[in-house]
């Protein structure tokens, strides 16, 4: 798996990654959701310098310009719901393309343990598309491998883009296993450590309660 790891560059992509992870900022939700947007759309940015281009003659008011354009069949899948506002960045930037919601989360058997429920997904057919999945916490990687074998059922894509805010290193290790090879990881940043509850240490607390405050627990 190729790893692009952002941070690693000094951009203002750091602006918003300190400001999704600064406890006091994060608390204002509109802000909060636009940083992550800001990432889907940089992230996006730096994707499409690796996508597929076919030349085009655009017709101007005063003439013809001869330029490249994207060729690829895009999707978008976001996992629901802290998906939502990077799905939003990226669909910015890759406006005319095909969209894909899968719903996963964690079901807990006991404080520490945990399995990933999929239990909703509306997708068009993937087959020889490009895919690119976002889920802003990369933890333990458990739900972006349930989300991709749910995917699987649907049509197996030619390229695969995962795009993350921030990762664990132990999740990056997780989804090089399980992901096929040639699967691209696009990450803001990668922290260290993963706590009992498989949070990321340090990284930013509850993405989806902060982007769309708290809900119950199951
Ligand atoms: N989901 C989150 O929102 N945060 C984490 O740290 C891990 C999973």
């Not at 959701?33 to 992230?43: A, K």
């Amino acid at each position: 798996m190729k790893i692009h790891h952002l941070a690693k560059s000094p951009s203002v992509l750091n602006n918003y990654l300190a400001q999704l992870r600064d406890k006091e900022l994060q608390q204002d939700s509109m802000r909060f959701r636009r940083n992550l947007e800001r990432i889907g759309e940089i992230i996006s940015y730096e994707i499409s310098k690796e996508l597929h281009h076919k030349e085009e003659v655009v017709h101007t008011p005063l003439g013809r310009k001869s330029t490249v354009t994207l060729q690829d069949r895009i999707v978008i899948c976001s996992v629901l719901r802290a998906g939502l506002p990077l799905h939003q960045g990226i669909l910015n930037y890759f406006d005319w393309v095909e969209n894909s919601f899968i719903s996963a989360y964690r079901y807990h058997t006991s404080d520490t343990e945990f399995e990933i429920i999929v239990e909703y997904l509306a997708s068009p057919d993937l087959d020889n598309k490009v895919l690119i999945l976002a889920d802003p916490m990369l933890a333990s990687g458990h739900s972006l491998v349930a989300t991709f074998e749910a995917l699987s059922r649907v049509g197996l894509p030619r390229e695969i883009h995962l795009v993350t805010a921030i990762a664990s290193q132990e999740g990056v290790e997780y989804i090089s296993k399980h992901f096929p090879r040639g699967t691209r990881l696009w990450v803001g940043d990668i922290d260290e450590e993963l706590n009992d509850y498989s949070y990321i240490v340090p990284g930013l607390g509850d993405a989806g309660d902060l982007a769309f405050g708290r809900k119950l627990q199951k």
